[in-house]
């Protein structure tokens, strides 16, 4: 056998081994995503995060925001049904107040939790037919995403009393283009 044939030959083997590898990594893929999708995630962590092949539950934090979101109550349940004004059509948390702060990024204080703050986000962009990923680190967030193309950002940091949070459809942590509408 000549050499330049067995050198296609290897070629030829080694293509096959890349093919096959890519199969049983997107089919490993689709595993996750279906489990992260029967899990009971909600919404969370549809579209482009689990086209990447991860699952909601690989973001930092998206337990305490999952057990924030399983203990809400029924009154922030419910409100988290509503419309509201502020980015995205979303609605204010309940017993928020306002605080100054920059234009286009509604600030917000409150005595719930910022775990809190991120579920009921998450509630709110469910009850909008979108979806929304959410984790904790570095602070709860609920980064939503809405079927007419919106997307908007709720950050929360602690405070002594609760969490002071935003709600955006500005960019946000700097990257460009980031939640425009």
Same mark, same amino acid.
């Given at each position: 056998m000549s050499?330049?044939?067995?050198g296609r030959i290897l070629i030829a083997v080694a293509l096959l081994g890349v093919v096959s590898a890519c199969g049983s990594d997107q %089919?490993?893929? +689709?595993?996750?995503?279906?489990?992260?999708?029967?899990?009971?995630?909600g919404? @969370?962590?549809?579209?482009? =995060?689990?086209?990447?092949g991860l699952a909601?539950?690989?973001l930092m934090g998206f337990p305490e925001v999952k057990a924030a979101r399983d203990a809400l109550s029924p009154a922030l349940a419910q409100a988290a049904k509503t419309g509201g004004d502020l980015a995205c059509g979303l609605p204010r948390l309940p017993?928020?107040? %306002?605080?100054? +702060?920059?234009?286009?990024?509604?600030?917000?204080v409150t005595k719930e939790t910022? @775990?809190?703050?991120?579920? =009921?986000?998450?509630?709110?962009?469910?009850?909008?037919?979108?979806f929304a990923m959410v984790g904790a680190t570095p602070a709860p967030f609920a980064?939503?995403?809405l079927p007419d193309g919106r997307n908007c950002h709720v950050t929360a940091q602690a405070t002594a009393d609760g969490a002071?949070?935003?709600?955006?459809?500005?960019?946000?942590?700097?990257?460009?283009?980031e939640g425009e509408n």
């Amino acid at each position: 056998m000549s050499a330049g044939r067995v050198g296609r030959i290897l070629i030829a083997v080694a293509l096959l081994g890349v093919v096959s590898a890519c199969g049983s990594d997107q %089919a490993e893929q +689709s595993d996750r995503s279906a489990g992260a999708a029967s899990g009971d995630t909600g919404s @969370a962590g549809r579209g482009v =995060f689990e086209d990447n092949g991860l699952a909601q539950s690989d973001l930092m934090g998206f337990p305490e925001v999952k057990a924030a979101r399983d203990a809400l109550s029924p009154a922030l349940a419910q409100a988290a049904k509503t419309g509201g004004d502020l980015a995205c059509g979303l609605p204010r948390l309940p017993g928020a107040s %306002a605080r100054e +702060s920059l234009p286009d990024r509604p600030g917000f204080v409150t005595k719930e939790t910022p @775990a809190t703050v991120a579920a =009921f986000y998450w509630a709110a962009a469910d009850a909008a037919g979108g979806f929304a990923m959410v984790g904790a680190t570095p602070a709860p967030f609920a980064r939503i995403h809405l079927p007419d193309g919106r997307n908007c950002h709720v950050t929360a940091q602690a405070t002594a009393d609760g969490a002071d949070f935003i709600v955006t459809d500005k960019g946000f942590m700097g990257l460009i283009g980031e939640g425009e509408n």
